[in-house]
């Protein structure tokens, strides 16, 4: 069984600083997937970044960038510069190897709130 | 990029009457179609696959007789909540992927719809 955490319900982050928002997995698959996505109040998933687990470097999208520690089990995602429209929820989930499987599991969310 | 249509965005019916909820893809054929329910400050729980043609594949707990789902065709799935009651308000988002995208299934993007608040009352 799969199992994603985050332990951070809420946090804050001043405008224009980086802010690191935690993700643990747990799983027995070799080959699994790690998603980001940010729900803003008006509540559509927005896709983010993706790492896969063989990947040997960290992914980066813009001004999201994830911190993959595979022996850690952690794939935590760093938003740098945060600006105003980052409040948001953001969920970490996660794809496992299951045949024909696409579906996610997501995490709890963690709230950021980004303060002027 | 690929576009997901949901409809309504927000819904208020009666106790006991039924609702339709709509998702539809509108650049491509999604072959498969996931259902999520979401609390208030909760995360999305799956509730159902949906797959063209075939019958839905319901999670644990979730009762298929309530929540009727139909993907009659590739690109438009539907989510019915029969008998609704106010335990059943919540926050309903579909999601597809894209598997010709993908060499595998594990960095394929899945895709989101608007999702859609019920309130009962």
């Known amino acids: 069984a799969q199992k994603i955490t985050q332990t951070q319900p809420g946090m804050f982050v001043q405008e224009k600083e980086a802010v690191t928002l935690d993700c643990t997995y747990d799983t027995s698959d070799q080959s699994y997937g790690l998603f980001w996505y940010k729900q803003p109040s008006s509540g559509e998933m927005i896709f983010l970044i993706y790492?896969?687990?063989?990947?040997?470097q960290n992914a980066t999208e813009g001004r999201y960038s994830l911190n993959f520690q595979k022996a850690r089990k952690s794939a935590n995602l760093v938003i740098s510069a945060s600006q105003l429209g980052d409040s948001a929820m953001y969920f970490c989930?996660?794809?496992?190897?299951?045949?024909?499987?696409?579906?996610?599991?997501f995490g709890k969310g963690t709230k950021l709130s980004v303060i002027p | 990029g690929a576009v997901v249509s949901q409809h309504p965005s927000r819904v208020i019916c009666k106790s006991g009457t039924s609702v339709k909820i709509e998702c539809r893809s509108l650049?491509?054929?999604?072959?498969?179609m996931f259902w999520y329910r979401q609390f208030p400050k909760k995360s999305l729980m799956l509730m159902a696959t949906s797959n063209e043609g075939s019958k839905a594949t319901y999670e644990q707990g979730v009762e298929k007789d309530k929540f009727l789902i139909n993907h009659a065709s590739l690109t438009l799935s539907t989510l019915t909540v029969t008998s609704a009651h106010p335990e059943d308000s919540s926050f309903y988002i579909c999601?597809?992927?894209?598997?010709?995208?993908?060499?595998?299934?594990?960095?394929?993007?899945?895709?989101f719809g608007q999702g859609t608040r019920l309130t009962v009352v």
């Open positions: 999601s597809f992927v894209l598997p010709s995208r993908a060499l595998t299934t594990m960095n394929t993007e899945a895709f």
């Open positions: 989930a996660m794809r496992d190897t299951g045949a024909g499987s696409y579906q996610l599991t």
């Open positions: 650049d491509f054929q999604a072959t498969t």
């Open positions: 790492q896969g687990s063989y990947d040997e």
